[in-house]
């Protein structure tokens, strides 16, 4: 059974980078796409974007500027670098592996299994 | 529109049947997928495509999809349902988008 485990720092101050990285434990790595998301404090979830065992990479417009998704495949890791971060990136945020399939003539997308979260502070 | 709405909250007689709605012009062209999210606990997919469902995701969970309006219904709720619900999708550009979330209380 696929399992995610998820890490980096917890704590940044105002202007850092903040780095995470999830590792894909039990299954295939190859063959799908793998996603972050975030959920600020009693807030609803925002997806930050994606990335393919290729290198393919697809973003939040509102985020796209600050965020760098990465991917290790000798490692069977993705990592997520956003820059410049502010309270505002305040936010427990999750990965998640995506797949992509198509039924009749519609496309759909969903995230079958998730990471358990880090939790990310952003303050002076 | 790059939006799926949501009703903020819905709740449910033990039992009952509950539908939680998610609107929005790009589930027209892409079907919806539904997570579960209890407190303090990552999301948990219930729903995707035009209605399956997960292994261990029980039958009372179902999924439709009519015009730009996708479901979510719960048939015969249980206490366990209470948990916020939200269903994602892409827009136009091919962008992920959530819906802003539907508490579910069972009353």
């Known amino acids: 059974q696929v399992q995610l485990q998820q890490w980096g720092a917890g704590l940044l101050k105002p202007s850092e980078t903040l780095s995470l990285t999830c590792a894909v434990y039990?299954?295939?790595?190859?063959?799908?796409?793998w996603s972050w998301i975030r959920q600020p404090p009693g807030k609803g979830l925002e997806w930050i974007g994606e990335?393919?065992?290729?290198?393919?990479?697809n973003y939040n417009p509102s985020l796209k500027s600050r965020v760098t998704i990465s991917i290790d495949t000798s490692k069977n890791q993705f990592s997520l670098k956003l820059s410049s971060v502010t309270a505002a990136d305040t936010a427990v945020y999750y990965c998640?592996?995506?797949?992509?399939?198509?039924?009749?003539?519609?496309?759909?997308?969903?995230?079958?299994?998730w990471g358990k979260g880090t939790t990310v502070t952003v303050s002076s | 529109s790059s939006e799926l709405t949501q009703d903020p909250a819905v709740s449910v007689a033990l039992g009952q049947t509950v539908r939680i709605t998610c609107q929005g012009d790009?589930?027209?062209?892409?079907?919806a997928s539904w997570y579960q999210q209890k407190p303090g606990q990552a999301p948990v997919l219930v729903i995707y495509?035009?209605?399956n469902r997960p292994s261990g995701i029980p039958d009372r969970f179902s999924g439709s999809s009519s015009g730009n309006t996708a479901s979510l219904t719960i048939t015969g709720a249980q206490a366990e349902d209470e948990a916020d619900y939200y269903c994602?999708?892409?827009?136009?550009?091919?962008?992920?988008?959530f819906g802003g979330g539907t508490k579910l209380t069972v009353l």
């Open positions: 994602n999708s892409r827009d136009s550009s091919g962008t992920g988008v």
């Open positions: 790009s589930l027209r062209s892409y079907y």
């Open positions: 998640a592996r995506l797949k992509i399939k198509q039924q009749l003539v519609r496309y759909y997308y969903y995230m079958d299994v």
């Open positions: 990335i393919n065992h290729s290198g393919s990479t």
């Open positions: 495509g035009k209605n």
């Open positions: 039990g299954g295939s790595f190859s063959g799908y796409y």
